[in-house]
């Protein structure tokens, strides 16, 4: 009997825990990223601000826990989707990736607001935990992306002199260490092709394209198909 309270006490929390972060990303959608505090998600879920605190001590220990589980359900989704392809199937690779990354931020628009676009005023991302872990998976996921297509997009990238120095000390160790044959210039294309994975994912979500097209599906697919092209591969059909 003592078990089966216990468990239906946990089964009870990890509900409200979630109900939180829920209505976290409500408040977010409606009102921004200053809507999130702990307070205003007390009063739309009629409890006391101390009993919200014994789910999350502080604002922002709720917000990394919030962009840790948004950031690792999208890595999830696109490593899997890329995984769908052979290894040796680069362009396929790329483009499994970039339409799980449109579908996951459709599903989740406020998520992908709050992981890519709005700042949390005053929010200090820690630089460890399951939030930094899910960045770097995403980070390492397109950098083999673009390793993958390296032999034939090094033939058709204009050839800028790129050093190590060029880029963030962390991000080049960990690179080094898991692409030892990557250059640089790998790593540029690696951002620059992040930049238009995500160019007209952000404009759909906040909007600006509500009244230019009526399918924005088929328009970020040519991009991406561009952009498999402009590395030397054949988009798949």
Same mark, same amino acid.
């Given at each position: ?22 209505t ?23 409890? =006391? ?13 709720? #917000? ?18 890329? @995984? ?33 676009? @709005? ?6 991302a ?13 980070c ?15 033939? =058709? ?9 060029d880029? @963030?000390?962390g ?5 080094r @260490? ?7 210039a790998? #790593?540029?294309?690696a ?8 160019g ?18 088929? #328009? ?15 988009p798949p059909?």
């Amino acid at each position: 009997m003592e078990a089966s309270t216990q468990s239906r006490r946990a089964r009870l929390r990890v509900q409200t825990a979630q109900e939180i972060k829920t209505t976290a990303l409500d408040l977010m959608a409606k009102g921004g990223p200053d809507a999130i505090t702990l307070r205003a998600i007390a009063r739309e879920m009629g409890m =006391t601000a101390n009993a919200i605190y014994g789910y999350y001590a502080t604002r922002d220990e709720l #917000v990394t826990t919030l962009i840790a589980d948004l950031y690792t359900s999208f890595v999830d989704g696109a490593e899997a989707a890329r @995984d769908t392809r052979p290894a040796k199937d680069a362009a396929g690779r790329i483009l499994a990736w970039a339409e799980a990354f449109r579908q996951w931020a459709l599903a989740n628009p406020a998520g992908f607001r709050l992981v890519y676009g @709005d700042p949390v005023p005053g929010y200090q991302a820690p630089p460890e935990g399951a939030a930094a872990e899910a960045e770097q998976r995403a980070c390492m996921g397109l950098t083999g992306l673009v390793a993958g297509a390296w032999p034939s997009a090094e033939r =058709t990238q204009a050839h800028e002199e790129y050093q190590w120095s060029d880029f @963030d000390p962390g991000l080049v160790a960990t690179i080094r @260490d898991q692409f030892p044959d990557l250059p640089p210039a790998a #790593v540029a294309l690696a951002l620059r092709v992040w930049g238009r994975l995500h160019g007209l994912v952000s404009l759909e979500i906040y909007g600006h394209l509500r009244n230019q097209t009526v399918e924005p599906g088929k #328009v970020y697919r040519s991009e991406i198909c561009d952009l498999i092209r402009s590395l030397g591969l054949t988009p798949p059909m």
